[in-house]
């Protein structure tokens, strides 16, 4: 790992509290760098033994008024921007058939993106890590409980007092959370595998031009194949489907085995179509990971507690269905440090800290509890309604984009253009700022009074050029082909 130079601040706080964030994960680096930049010694504990102690999984997308918004606080945008990969916003929403529903087309840089770029997990880690003074981060450091008396933490090595703020970033089994509510993750219904394909490009050129450098999301039968690209030329395919809790005991096979796994999936997917069947196949053996995903009830809240409190998935654990899970952590951070760094300025520092740490989880519990219902919505439609995506790529698409004027009054438009299977229709494409749609019929204009309607005539490069950006979509496709079939060239 590569490590930047750090430099202290040349002011210290009067009588900074000393904060234990428990978890290096993105969401606890992201508030040790802003603490530490604010001259608020902070030290944090990690149960891994060293930063590469585990694969650091698939790909990430940062959004701009989030998860971006805290690297710029960081001081570490121009960091991203060396890895982010604007052409991994490239999104395809397919079905077993290969039937499209929905593609993005990927951006060419910053300039052209929709705010969503793709980061590796890995590599964002690094640079959060890389940017802290080596003694911050505590490695091999695994809590087992935290004292409810005097909130001391307990680990393998001892024990350790002392701190004003306890901060849980430790995910989904958090020791952390029990002080703060009885509540625990639950199982969603949803498990499978993650598997590499290393040297996608290389070695197995069609499925890496079928994922185009961004990411293919297939769903049928309440199950998944879900392709994305990795800065390393890899591909992380996630092989999920409908399980029960207990699948793991009760499949018959070892969920550990490479060879057992790849033959099972090669049964469960064996009506898919190629190459989302092949991609589950020809992944190497060496990266297989087993998961079950659970969850936390959207809306999960607490009474406060003084000196205790959480962050990202420790505090409103969802599922990756929403795409929003480090955003919101990393929203977390940056908010929960403006928190800590007003305390420690104000004249009454430990009043001001207990309050301050409140009115951000409240302010927490508003901004999570949506995208978490959301999230677990979006997974519902995908993987446990029958003909999805067909049958509830309506209420996908509207929920997924909000409640935008444009999509309630133009979505049954192009929603149409699934009424008639295996026909060949006309489409037409129309520009509204940023955003394409492709449907069946006449082309559509903008007016003031009545938003789109129907129109006789072809959109003009003028009405396109003075039309302003309703949302960030590039591109929302019922139509490819005749067949509707993704090019895989």
Known sequence: MSWQTFSPPLLLPMNPPKIAIIGAGPAGCTLARLLILSS?????????????????????????HTGQAALKECGLFSDFLEHARYDGEAISVIDKNLTAYIKLGGARGEKSSRGRPEIDRSKLREILVGSLPKSTIRWGCRLR????????????????????????????????????????????????????IKDAEARHAEISRFVNRGSVFAYSDNKCVVLQQRGDDSLIVHAWSARD?????????????????????????????EPLLSATQVADDEELVTLSLYLLPSGHSWEGRPGVTLIGDAAHLMTPFGGEGVNIAMTDAMKLAHAIIDASNSDSPSTSLKQNVRDFELDMFKRAAPVAEMSRLQMMDMMFTPGAPRSIIDSWVRRALGDNWLIRLFLPLWLNAWGE??????????IVGKVTFVGRGNELTRTEEQGLQRSTRPLRRADQENTQPLHPLIRVSGLLDQDHQVPTG
């Open 40 to 64: 608020i010694p902070v030290t944090v504990f990690e149960g891994e033994t060293s930063f590469s102690a585990r694969t650091q999984g698939g790909t990430l997308d940062l959004h701009t």
């Open 245 to 273: 809790e207990q699948w793991t005991k009760a499949c018959g096979f070892d969920v550990h085995n490479p060879r057992e796994v790849k033959a099972a999936l090669r049964k469960d997917f064996a009506d898919w179509k």
């Open 145 to 196: 409980k935290v004292d409810p008396q005097d909130l001391s933490l307990h680990f393998d090595h001892g024990m350790e007092t002392g701190f004003d703020l306890v901060v849980g970033a430790d995910g989904v089994w958090s020791k952390v959370r029990p002080l703060l509510s009885a509540v625990k993750p639950i199982y969603s219904g949803v498990g499978g595998f993650d598997l590499v």
């Open 421 to 430: 299977d295996n026909v060949k229709r006309e489409c037409f494409e129309t």
